[in-house]
């Protein structure tokens, strides 16, 4: 009897050739269920058993890594594989430590996709060839960067932002000053003013207005 797998994946022509896959070259899993969100998710697992989910990263409604977390301790024992175009290092060990027991990048082949669920069934953790939860050396870090930068979406942009630094920028975006978010937020405005300073160095800005204009034109508010 073929194992059971649910796919979290907003990209339909993918999970569709995906389940196509299954059907056609093999019987040992077989998808039965796919969905576009983590409500959506929730729901299938009160009404289909499954013994594996394949998931990408980047859902409408919730962040994929809070999704493995989630699961992972209301459910330790199903398996869960990512199967994402994200190969940045912070987002692949975050999936990793938050429970995932497998990450793939999309680009891989179909075959290595069935040896990862096959590893995973065995009790192994599995990370996809080109993957590492490691930084690169200074060199491969620099290359990496000048290949990917231009094609950053708003889900890797806000992965470089820490939780505060989020919140600081939505009331930024909001015409709020130093001292009004200092005191919305019990900090001094100092400490407002070094994070203002940290988010515009990540995101390669120069100042204030640009910043609160990079924010609005990327959603990241």
Known sequence: MASSIAVLD?????????????????????????????ESLHKAIQEISFEFLILDLNIPDQDGLHIIEELRSLFPQLFIIVLSSYTDVKLVKGAMVNGADG???????????????????????????????????????????????????????????????????????????????????????????????????KLGLNNTASLIKFALENHLV
């Open 10 to 38: 907003c990209q339909k022509m993918f999970v569709e050739g995906m389940e196509s896959h299954f059907k056609l070259t093999q019987s040992k899993y077989e998808v039965v269920t796919s969905m576009c969100s983590s």
């Open 103 to 201: 990450y793939v990048r999309k680009s891989s082949t179909f075959s290595e996709l069935i040896f990862a669920l096959d590893e995973v069934a065995a009790g192994n953790t599995y990370i996809g060839d080109g993957l590492r939860t490691s930084p690169p050396s200074a060199t491969s870090r620099r290359l990496l960067k000048e290949k990917s930068s231009k094609y950053e979406d708003r889900f890797t942009i806000k992965q470089k932002l820490t939780k505060r630094e989020s919140e600081i920028l939505e009331l930024l975006t909001q015409g709020m000053s130093n001292k009004s978010i200092a005191g919305k937020l019990y900090i001094s405005d100092q400490t407002v003013g070094v994070h203002r300073k940290n988010m515009m160095k």
